[in-house]
């Protein structure tokens, strides 16, 4: 059983579309994260939610916008593309608020022609 | 800004050869995390640190963690083509409640 999963695994799209990623894990843990992984492997977090209410919001563009239904999902939702959004992005869950290991899913590999 | 230093960026070893990694901090750690990435995969959590000067090991893993919490290092002793991936330190902000990643140290083995 797949402890996070997220789709789609690919994503190649044109710019300026709108397109969403989900994440859904079923360890019960409280804490879910969105990364972004860039082409030189920089990992950095963009939000993160705990039991559902947004914790950590790191300066990413308002096209982004995270939303959690409960505790076990949070998707991404991404406005007006752009080339620099091209990236990995990594969905993951941690069972307390910032502590404790984080387990990744396999990763959404977005490409914006 | 919140950073770990990670160094060496790249290193290729030939199979057998020994490996470290190492993470340096201007501040004090509350604790440090290490995850490993295999190419195409995604961050794997390895270990957490939390003690100055503690050492843990995981079969040919050796991870450290500075007397003044300000630094931690992974060595990884007779490597095998297995080990290829990045490797990356975590250090946790707790009042922020985040993981902030070092940059990662990319190892790559001739068999």
């Known amino acids: 059983d797949t402890a996070v999963s997220q789709t789609p695994k690919y994503l190649v799209t044109q710019m300026g579309n709108d397109k969403s990623i989900k994440c859904e894990q079923n360890?019960?843990?409280?804490?879910m994260y969105w990364y972004k992984q860039d082409s030189k492997k920089f990992l950095k977090i963009m939000f993160s939610?705990?039991?559902?209410?947004?914790?950590i919001n790191e300066t990413v563009p308002n096209r982004f916008s995270p939303k959690s239904p409960d505790k076990a999902h949070l998707n991404l939702h991404i406005n007006s593309l752009e080339l620099g959004d091209s990236a990995v992005y990594f969905c993951?869950?941690?069972?307390?608020?910032?502590?404790?290991?984080?387990?990744f899913g396999d990763g959404t590999r977005l490409s914006i022609l | 800004g919140q950073q770990v230093m990670q160094i060496p960026q790249y290193q290729h070893v030939q199979e057998g050869e020994d490996f470290t990694t190492y993470c340096n901090s201007s501040t004090t750690l509350s604790n440090i995390q290490w995850y490993k990435q295999r190419p195409g995969g995604h961050p794997v959590f390895l270990i957490q640190?939390?003690?100055?000067?503690e050492v843990k090991k995981q079969k040919r893993l050796t991870f450290q963690f500075g007397e003044a919490k300000k630094n931690s290092s992974l060595h990884i002793t007779a490597t095998q083509t297995t080990d290829v991936g990045t490797y990356f330190c975590a250090e946790l902000f707790q009042g922020a409640q985040k993981l902030v990643f070092g940059q990662g140290t990319r190892l790559t083995i001739n068999p």
């Open positions: 640190l939390v003690k100055s000067g």
């Open positions: 360890l019960g843990h409280d804490t």
């Open positions: 939610y705990n039991n559902k209410e947004l914790i």
């Open positions: 993951a869950s941690s069972p307390r608020n910032g502590l404790g290991a984080q387990h």
